[in-house]
């Protein structure tokens, strides 16, 4: 398969290529300076490309994805930080019969990690209290992270709550998430920490191996289990 990785350069990007080659994969890379205002997503850029994977900023991502899906260039999203945008991406996405798949994390343990949280969130209808703690390294751009939300959704939607999320930036933390439930009686603690960037990067690929061929807005929680997880 042919991959275009944009961001390539940065620590995701360059680890998420090198397991792509493991898996046989060809890879092609764009970093920013490269492709500032999403220059370089040409037409003649995209030919031949099965999947373009996107591990770039928050201020470059919607660009990039307005121009790939432009020109019907399947796409996998890692970037966080423009999930305001979701509706209009997605409305983009099916008018053009692209296929396109966005995540907050594309780690295993991060999504089923959702699935904790869903079991639990309901005990804030028995008269506890939560909140969620993220922390990342200190070069993250967005804050709260792209997880942080998504298990404030997760909340949201099995439990009707709203909770607050404290975000943490120190030294090069990977990435930690808490969400704690309390209340008079006792104190419900649920915490994923990663210890490197590995299963990140191994979720980003599979996800495109998975995308590739198909048309359609999709979100990793939704089709992980597809992979045989």
């Given at each position: 398969m042919n991959l275009l990785i944009l961001g390539g350069r940065g620590k995701m990007g360059s680890l998420?290529?090198?397991?792509?080659?493991?898996?046989?994969?060809?890879?092609?890379?764009?970093?920013?300076?490269e492709n500032?205002?999403?220059?370089?997503?040409?037409?003649d850029a995209l030919q031949g490309v099965d999947v373009v994977v996107d591990f770039t900023t928050p201020h470059a991502v919607l660009e990039n994805i307005a121009?790939?899906?432009?020109?019907?260039?399947?796409?996998?999203?890692?970037?966080?930080?423009?999930?305001?945008?979701?509706?209009?991406?997605?409305?983009?996405?099916?008018?053009?019969?692209?296929?396109?798949?966005y995540a907050a994390n594309f780690s295993i343990g991060v999504n089923l990690f959702f699935d904790i949280v869903r079991a639990a969130a309901p005990a804030?209808?028995?008269?506890?209290?939560?909140?969620?703690?993220?922390t990342h390294h200190v070069?993250?751009?967005?804050?709260?992270s792209g997880t942080a939300v998504a298990i404030r959704n997760v909340v949201h939607d099995a439990a009707h709550a709203e909770?607050?999320?404290?975000?943490?930036?120190?030294?090069?933390?990977v990435g930690m998430h808490q969400l704690t439930l309390d209340s008079a009686g006792d104190t419900i603690t649920?915490?994923?920490?990663?210890?490197?960037?590995?299963g990140f990067a191994e979720g980003a690929v599979r996800a495109a191996e998975w995308l590739r061929g198909k048309t359609g807005f999709y979100d990793f929680k939704d089709i992980f289990r597809e992979l045989g997880c």
């Open positions: 998420l290529a090198e397991l792509a080659r493991e898996r046989g994969h060809n890879i092609t890379v764009l970093d920013e300076p500032t205002g999403a220059r370089a997503l040409t037409r121009a790939c899906v432009a020109l019907r260039a399947n796409m996998v999203v890692g970037t966080t930080g423009w999930y305001g945008e979701i509706p209009r991406i997605k409305a983009l996405v099916n008018q053009s019969g692209v296929g396109f798949l804030l209808r028995s008269g506890y209290s939560g909140k969620i703690l993220e070069h993250k751009k967005d804050a709260p909770l607050p999320i404290e975000s943490v930036r120190e030294g090069e933390v649920l915490v994923h920490e990663a210890k490197s960037r590995r």
